[in-house]
């Protein structure tokens, strides 16, 4: 099943082969070549437009190359509260999507799991909604949840909603499009490690005076922890750069700008490329410090093995 | 059974009228049993028989479709596993694997809030010799040594009842030979009560004090394994554990305190005592190792049952001994195992024989042989319930 990419325990690793076998590397060239040139000199160019310094003109969108350590100063400066929201609705919306996705995923990996049709149609319908365009589902919450749309009018004639209230552009709107959008990045690893759950180990752990609670967090949390941990990545990773569900043309507003928006309108409306480009370097080391607390972490809460999680 | 008292014993066991139904069978019909405090009981029978079943019902693993479950007299038919007092060696042995091996035997302690959990974990992890292995998972250790592990994880919690599901199944014969003696051992220490489930006769005889063999969700006799073993009562006793030779014929007469059966014109005498039925068409039956062989005719002499001339149709070495099988006319293949006393075989192949026992040797059955298939059917659950919705299909068809 193609969810296995997620698996938790990668098999047992053969002895490596003493010689180097000429074929291993050129089947190896054309990943190494295309990662070469789309990732390794994209980031080059990237750190070097961040230093980059304004002509001398001051004409806008021209930049000479140099040396600009400052231009990280400026831009942090300027945008660190969108800097701390980005990863606090990103936090958010992970936290969300795991309270979502761990039910439903535990539902159709264990407890319908001797009825492999239902599985399978609701791995089915976990997946569909990638077959409409990710845009377009957004869109579609945006008139869902706009002032004119039924559900805002209802709450509104019900007083359950302040007449001049809104959904969209709120902080609420931002984090429900977030959430909505990744749940299905975070079930499918966690279907992946509750399929394999053995639930002789819980039968164990009810002989052994556990209740299902306690059942639940000594055994059942301890051993989808790896499902755990490459969803809440495969989640907050993107999530924290997204720029679609925050921006004003979809679920956001003026107040709920995230990095994203920031870098988005630097580079295409301010055409302020050094401080995108920082902007962007910033982001990616933020969440690559953040990734490695948070395995850290979990490998030692959980004790669990750091094979396969990534 | 929260409040972290120990069992300072075994508790009794007691099934009062249990059934259990799966959809489309029946695992256990109507089952009564008493399994006093401290003893070593085993429920024997082939797969599918319902001693599994049996099983989880006392762990509260399954729920029973009719019946009262009391162990020490306390009715737990409604309560869930974890408040019974009640510890399970899995047949998987299901140690978790993200716990060291003394956080798993520490597990049980744990949750019930005992005192020195660690303290006792590492006592109990002496008792099995693994003590040093306590820091290692459970994928570090052998399957032996898992075995152990998941017993230490069980009898820590003194249960006053401990429940062995096939716990030896995975291990080789001389480990699970090894193992038995120590279970015994350990039961013998801890002097908790022990209910095991095996489809191995022999391990519940060497280990067991009371053998239940159990076919078709009922338990055919129950007893000592001596008693079970001189004095099956039914054919499938008879057959399950050991073997044994049978011969089914009308009563021809009675004497004072025998009967002796006409099979198909050979007489077979049997001490009433030891036939459960004493007129009619019996079953009556010998076990192989009871018999003799003759390669001249003996005189005939009273005590003594005889048959023959048969020819021995198939000699084969196990160590200790041999076992003919001696063709004879009328009676079919009559199994022998003699000693190896001498060297070499006592007859070879062909060799005309005849072979005898003593009449007190022989035991009369409640039930007739049935007309036995060479390879005894070793179906599992799922079969036998298709099994019996295609019988019940039929039946409805018909009706």
Same mark, same amino acid.
């Given at each position: 099943m193609a969810f296995s990419a997620f698996a938790s325990a990668a098999p047992a690793q053969e002895p490596a082969p003493k010689r180097r076998s000429k074929i291993a590397l050129l089947l190896l060239a054309p990943g190494v070549l295309y990662l070469v040139i789309f990732f390794l000199v994209p980031l080059f160019t990237l750190v070097t437009t961040a230093l980059q310094a304004p002509t001398a003109s001051g004409d806008i969108g021209q930049y000479v190359p140099? *040396?600009? #350590?400052g231009n990280y100063a400026t831009v942090l400066a300027q945008y660190s509260p969108q800097i701390l929201r980005s990863f606090g609705y990103s936090l958010v919306a992970t936290v969300f999507a795991l309270l979502f996705s761990y039910p439903l995923a535990y539902f159709i990996a264990?407890?319908?799991?001797?009825r492999p049709l239902l599985q399978n149609l609701l791995l089915v319908l976990v997946i569909a909604? *990638?077959? #409409?365009?990710f845009l377009l589902r957004t869109m579609a919450w945006k008139s869902m949840l706009s002032d004119e749309s039924f559900l805002v009018s209802a709450l509104k004639g019900l007083s359950?909603?302040?007449?001049?209230?809104?959904?969209?552009?709120t902080p609420f709107s931002v984090i429900f499009g977030l959430t909505y959008n990744f749940i299905p990045f975070m079930t499918l690893p966690l279907y992946a490690v509750l399929e394999r759950l053995d639930t002789r180990y819980l039968e164990a752990g009810s002989d052994l005076y556990a209740r299902p609670f306690t059942t639940f967090r000594t055994i059942t949390l301890p051993l989808s922890a790896p499902g755990i941990i490459s969803g809440v990545l495969l989640t907050f990773i993107p999530a924290a750069g997204d720029y679609v569900n925050a921006s004003r043309q979809f679920l956001g507003g003026t107040g709920t700008t995230m990095i994203g928006n920031v870098i988005d309108s630097n580079f295409f409306?301010?055409?302020n490329y050094p401080a995108a480009a920082a902007l962007s370097i910033i982001l990616m080391s933020a969440i690559l410090v953040l990734v490695i607390v948070y395995i850290l972490l979990s490998v030692y809460v959980w004790k669990t093995g750091t094979e396969g999680l990534l | 059974m929260a409040g972290g008292v120990f069992a300072e014993s075994g508790a009794d066991l007691e099934l009062v009228g249990i059934q259990k139904r799966f959809p489309g069978f029946?695992?256990?019909?109507?089952m009564d049993l008493t399994i006093p405090a401290g003893s070593f009981f085993a429920l024997l029978?082939?797969?599918?028989?319902?001693k599994t079943t049996t099983l989880r019902l006392v762990a509260g693993l399954e729920e029973a479709t009719a019946g009262r479950i009391l162990i020490g007299g306390k009715?737990?038919?409604?309560?869930k596993p974890y408040q019974r007092p009640v510890n399970t060696v899995f047949q998987s042995y299901a140690?978790?694997?993200?716990?060291t091996i003394i956080e798993n035997v520490a597990f049980g302690l744990r949750r019930r809030k005992i005192a020195d959990a660690t303290g006792k974990a590492h006592e109990a992890l002496r008792l099995v010799e693994l003590?040093?292995?306590?820091?290692?998972?459970?994928?570090?250790?052998?399957g032996g040594q898992q075995q152990r592990v998941a017993l230490a994880r069980a009898i820590v919690n003194r249960p006053a009842l401990l429940l062995l599901d096939?716990?030896?199944?995975?291990?080789?014969l001389k480990l699970r030979r090894q193992m038995q003696l120590e279970l015994k051992s350990i039961q013998e220490e801890v002097g908790l009560t022990f209910l095991h489930v095996t489809h191995d006769q022999e391990e519940a005889m060497t280990m067991a004090d009371t053998v239940a063999v159990m076919n078709k969700g009922k338990i055919e006799q129950l007893g000592a394994p001596e008693v079970l073993y001189e004095l099956p009562r039914t054919a499938f006793v008879a057959n399950f554990l050991g073997q044994s030779n049978l011969f089914t014929g009308p009563v021809e007469g009675t004497t004072g305190d025998s009967i002796s059966v006409n099979v198909e014109g050979n007489r077979i005498v049997v001490p009433k005592s030891r036939?459960?039925?004493?007129?009619g068409e019996v079953t009556v039956g010998a076990r192989p190792e009871k018999l003799t062989l003759h390669v001249t005719e003996p005189k005939p002499e009273a005590g003594t049952n005889l048959l023959g001339p048969?020819?021995?149709i198939d000699v084969s070495f196990s160590g200790v001994s041999t076992q003919y099988i001696v063709a004879i006319p009328g009676l079919g293949s009559i199994v022998v195992f003699a000693q190896?006393?001498?060297?070499?075989?006592l007859v070879g192949e062909g060799t005309e024989t005849w072979v005898s026992w003593k009449v007190e040797h022989g035991f009369g059955l409640e039930d007739e042989a049935p007309r036995q298939p060479r390879f005894s059917s070793d179906t599992d659950t799922a079969s036998i319930a298709l099994e019996k919705k295609r019988a019940l299909m039929s039946e409805l068809e018909e009706a």
């Open positions: 140099g *040396f600009e #350590i264990v407890k319908v799991r001797h909604p *990638f077959f #409409i365009s359950l909603m302040a007449p001049d209230a809104h959904i969209t552009g409306d301010l055409q | 029946t695992a256990i019909e109507g029978g082939p797969s599918g028989c319902g009715d737990v038919t409604d309560t140690l978790f694997p993200h716990m003590d040093h292995l306590a820091a290692r998972r459970p994928q570090q250790l052998s096939e716990p030896l199944g995975a291990l080789d036939a459960q039925r004493h007129s048969g020819r021995v190896n006393m001498g060297v070499g075989p």
